[in-house]
């Protein structure tokens, strides 16, 4: 008979299961949430030791017992604070008294604003699953008590719980589905907790690559907070129900699926975390590089990804792949810009180069580094690179992201291009803002003076105005020479009130 009944079960909760349409939960965009989330999301310093939390919470819900010592986690907190049993307790109520029938959306959203709004977002999970880990612990206790101790068989009986418990197929999948969503819960929670062992400079939400990771932080919180509610509504419902077959069948899934969904944030926050880590041991080696070495092309060849073979530098206008061996054994001029550096001083730069080129006067290499984070327009990267005759990288995504972050912080690069020359070892010299009239003239060996000499180069007449505006502003011969005015700064109020 119990195979039976056994069997009708399974049936039952299959056929359940495949009429189900996708959840609604799974169906909606959660970007919108998301930002509601971060609108609510208040810190206010105050400090929870989460580390501490988050063991006993592993032990409750996974029944962890690794150590042998019964399961049962060190009496102190190894921090500073102590666990905040009032607000879990407080939680712990509300979930309990106050979910079911409730749009598990709605109540989530209280919750955060409700009890968390002032708690980072790692002590947001914590307690509120410490919470979950409440009930779900006393749920465990009275199932698995069932059949030895008669408190706990009595107390089923007053729950009406006593058709779950005792159908062992319905039981097995329906615990076995909270088992998997507790096991992506505490999987999810590890993940975000990983981040705090980076350095201090990574926490800041608005530096690369950290700032990445926000949005998929506050994603876990708000999901595995859903997860909590519905869950929890999930036990509460089956209290005194009268069709706890086919209730139980239908929460079973929806718990599969938002396991589900729990183990896809937490295998993108996972991926986050090793690209990160790998990026501070990638930018760890190029300072260690930057101080021991003797060859200029060790320098580059840290500087960009190998994508399938492809060489990373190209010559601008023509695309030529070339190697980086190229550049052994010669100076190099690094032009580091965004795509929105101007035309017309590209143009000017380009030739000035041509210009030094044809009177074999240049000792540098020039070679274009484009600074691109966020979406890149493809359109206006090609349109620079067309322009210059000197090398470049191949597409923006080959530099590695250590680099930027050196570029940045070593060279302090923000908006305005700059250019870094090196040395025939891979020195870097005095890193300078773009400035065609301080390339000309100080840059040893872009235009070598006479030796010994002081005179500039424009002193010497080896190069003229001529030399920037051909091609970019067209002067009629025949006419007077007309009177060029080279302006510019930071001050546009200036600029404005200048240009009449």
């Keep these: 008979m119990a195979g039976i009944i056994s069997r009708a079960t399974q049936q039952v909760t299959r056929t359940i299961q495949r009429s189900l349409p996708v959840p609604k939960f799974l169906q909606s965009d959660d970007v919108a949430i998301i930002r509601k989330v971060e609108g609510i999301h208040k810190p206010d310093g105050r400090q929870v030791d989460v580390q501490y939390l988050f063991t006993i919470i592993t032990k409750i819900l996974l029944h962890d017992n690794p150590s042998g010592d019964g399961g049962v986690t060190n009496g ?111 999987a999810l929670i590890r993940s975000v907790l990983q981040f705090n062992t980076l350095p201090s400079e990574y926490h800041a939400s608005n530096k690369p690559p950290f700032s990445t990771v926000i949005t998929d932080i506050v994603r876990a919180v708000y999901w595995t907070i859903y997860s909590v509610v519905t869950c929890v509504s999930h036990i509460v419902a089956l209290i005194g129900s009268k069709n706890q077959r086919t209730i139980a069948a239908t929460m079973t899934w929806e718990l599969s699926e938002l396991a589900t969904k729990v183990n896809s944030i937490q295998t993108i926050l996972q991926k986050h975390f090793s690209r990160i880590k790998q990026e501070i041991g990638g930018y760890n080696v190029l300072v260690n590089l930057f101080e021991t070495v003797q060859d200029i092309t060790a320098i580059f060849q840290a500087f960009f990804h190998v994508e399938g073979g492809k060489l990373p530098l190209v010559v601008g206008t ?13 100076k190099v001029l690094l032009l580091i810009s965004g795509l929105d550096i101007w035309q017309v001083e590209i143009k000017a730069l380009a030739k000035l180069y041509e210009h030094l080129k044809a009177k074999h006067n240049i000792q540098y290499q020039l070679v274009w580094i484009p600074i691109v984070e966020g979406n890149l327009d493809e359109h206006k990267f090609l349109s620079l690179q067309s322009l210059m005759s000197w090398f470049t990288v191949r597409h923006p995504s080959v530099i590695k992201p250590e680099v930027i972050r050196y570029i940045k912080e ?66 009629d011969s025949t006419k007077p020479a007309p009177i060029i005015c080279l302006y510019g700064g930071e001050d546009m109020k200036w600029i404005e009130e200048f240009i009449p």
């Excluded at 407080?90 to 598990?104: P, Y």
């Excluded at 005095?430 to 000499?453: F, N, R």
Aim: contains cysteine; charged residues 20%.
């Design 318 to 330: 023509t695309k030529e792949q070339v190697k980086i061996e190229v550049l052994k054994h010669t």
């Design 76 to 186: 102190t907190s190894t921090g500073s604070s102590e666990v905040p049993a009032q607000i879990i307790n407080k939680i712990c109520c509300e979930i309990s008294c106050n979910c079911s029938g409730r749009n598990s959306q709605e109540t989530t959203i209280m919750l955060l604003e409700k009890f968390l709004s002032n708690y980072s977002w790692e002590a947001k999970l914590v307690i509120m699953v410490a919470a979950f880990a409440v009930n779900n612990g006393e749920f465990y206790l009275l199932t698995e008590l069932y059949t030895k101790n008669p408190v706990s068989k009595n107390i089923a009986l007053l729950k009406q719980l006593k058709g779950v418990v005792e159908d062992a197929e319905l039981f097995e999948q329906f615990s076995g589905a909270i088992t998997d969503l507790n096991k992506a819960m505490v």
């Design 410 to 475: 070593v060279w302090k690069f923000s908006k305005h291009a700059i250019l870094v020359p090196f040395d025939q070892q891979g020195h870097a010299e005095s890193v300078h803002t773009l400035d065609l009239l301080w390339l000309i003239g100080h840059l040893p060996g872009l235009l070598p003076s006479s030796p010994g000499s002081k005179i500039s180069p424009w002193e010497e007449k080896q190069l003229t105005l001529d030399i920037l505006i051909h091609d970019i502003y067209h002067v």
